[in-house]
């Protein structure tokens, strides 16, 4: 197989990279309404402490981190989610406080990362973080994490499953797309069904809404889902983001029992207000009777099912 051959994305779905009509004065106004104000405020949150209290064989916990970034805990195994601590992305300045202290967290089963985009592989967070089976990354983005200390590193494409001696991952398809940098579009992109003892989570990663939910439901019986609700009015104009009336409608068609949201109120990544995604996630799900099904934590708070 030759480097170009090898170096091809193998994503079907993909968002490209060419902004839409107007992009400049959609980039105005994110610096004017939410990154300058932002840099002269108090970040707001509190990092809590870690809760330590033992889960039985059938029982989950999922701790949101901030952004896309959990602590996942099923049963006696442990995974970590496009863990970032970062408070600055760039020029970009962290809105609220990470839930959990990084030092805090025991070394996981394993560290899962959806794509290579920096508010998801931030290689700090990465390199602090101790994993026993390693890091799993999409095909192409093994380059970006190979020295950063993990005993191993695992790619893979869409649909690929790999065991860690019961814990089960899948890698599942999204509608994004995985460049670090312009030029390398070869990296994939995607989520994750994480299967231990009988229960399964599924992390979306970034995706708009596409018709992949209901084929990712039909495969796996998922009990928790988080789901991406913030960034959709995207300075670029480019579908690269689900809305909240959208991640509710992803919810039903993967046939999950409890959506917890995420990708909102961290980075100042798109112009929405700064309520709204949530306010939207809980009209919307009351709208479609399924309001007992969406749990709402704050950073550091967990869910228990």
Same mark, same amino acid.
């Given at each position: 197989?030759?480097?170009?051959?090898?170096?091809?994305?193998?994503?079907?779905?993909?968002?490209?990279?060419?902004?839409?009509?107007?992009?400049?004065?959609?980039?105005?106004?994110?610096?004017?309404?939410?990154?300058?104000?932002?840099?002269?405020?108090?970040?707001?949150?509190?990092?809590?402490?870690?809760?330590?209290?033992?889960?039985?064989?059938?029982?989950?916990?999922?701790?949101?981190?901030?952004?896309? @970034?959990?602590?996942?805990?099923? /049963?006696? $195994?442990? +995974?970590?989610?496009?863990?970032?601590? %970062?408070?600055?992305? =760039? *020029?970009?300045?962290?809105?609220?406080?990470?839930?959990?202290?990084?030092?805090?967290?025991?070394?996981?089963?394993?560290?899962?990362?959806?794509?290579?985009?920096?508010?998801?592989?931030?290689?700090?967070?990465?390199?602090?973080?101790?994993?026993?089976?390693?890091?799993?990354?999409?095909?192409?983005?093994?380059?970006?994490?190979?020295?950063?200390?993990?005993?191993?590193?695992?790619?893979?494409?869409?649909?690929?499953?790999?065991?860690?001696?019961?814990?089960?991952?899948?890698?599942?398809?999204?509608?994004?797309?995985?460049?670090?940098?312009?030029?390398?579009?070869?990296?994939?992109?995607? @989520?994750?069904?994480?299967?231990? /003892?009988? $229960?399964? +989570?599924?992390?979306?990663?970034?995706? %708009?809404?596409?018709? =992949? *939910?209901?084929?990712?439901?039909?495969?796996?019986?998922?009990?928790?889902?988080?789901?991406?609700?913030?960034?959709?009015?995207?300075?670029?104009?480019?579908?690269?983001?689900?809305?909240?009336?959208?991640?509710?409608?992803?919810?039903?068609?993967?046939?999950?029992?409890?959506?917890?949201?995420?990708?909102?109120?961290?980075?100042?990544?798109?112009?929405?207000?700064?309520?709204?995604?949530?306010?939207?996630?809980?009209?919307?799900?009351?709208?479609?009777?399924?309001?007992?099904?969406?749990?709402?934590?704050?950073?550091?708070?967990?869910?228990?099912?």
């Amino acid at each position: 197989m030759s480097d170009r051959q090898e170096k091809r994305r193998k994503s079907e779905h993909y968002s490209g990279l060419l902004p839409s009509k107007g992009w400049p004065q959609r980039n105005f106004q994110l610096l004017r309404e939410h990154v300058v104000p932002g840099l002269f405020r108090k970040r707001q949150g509190e990092t809590k402490s870690l809760e330590i209290q033992p889960l039985n064989e059938d029982q989950v916990r999922v701790t949101w981190i901030g952004h896309s @970034g959990f602590y996942v805990e099923m /049963g006696k $195994r442990s +995974v970590v989610i496009d863990p970032n601590w %970062a408070n600055w992305l =760039g *020029f970009l300045k962290r809105i609220r406080e990470p839930g959990l202290h990084l030092h805090d967290l025991p070394e996981v089963d394993l560290v899962l990362v959806s794509h290579a985009h920096h508010d998801h592989m931030h290689k700090k967070s990465l390199k602090t973080l101790q994993s026993s089976s390693g890091v799993v990354v999409p095909t192409g983005s093994a380059s970006l994490v190979k020295r950063l200390g993990f005993p191993a590193v695992h790619e893979m494409q869409v649909w690929d499953m790999l065991d860690f001696d019961g814990l089960e991952v899948v890698h599942t398809p999204a509608m994004h797309w995985g460049a670090r940098f312009i030029h390398d579009t070869h990296r994939d992109y995607g @989520g994750y069904v994480i299967r231990s /003892g009988g $229960r399964t +989570v599924y992390h979306c990663g970034d995706s %708009a809404y596409f018709p =992949g *939910f209901e084929e990712i439901g039909r495969k796996h019986d998922i009990d928790i889902a988080l789901m991406p609700i913030g960034a959709y009015d995207a300075p670029s104009g480019r579908d690269v983001h689900m809305n909240p009336e959208e991640a509710v409608r992803a919810f039903m068609e993967l046939g999950a029992k409890v959506l917890i949201p995420m990708h909102y109120g961290t980075f100042p990544l798109g112009n929405e207000p700064v309520n709204e995604p949530v306010e939207r996630l809980l009209r919307e799900a009351d709208r479609l009777g399924v309001a007992n099904c969406v749990f709402v934590p704050m950073e550091g708070e967990s869910v228990v099912c």
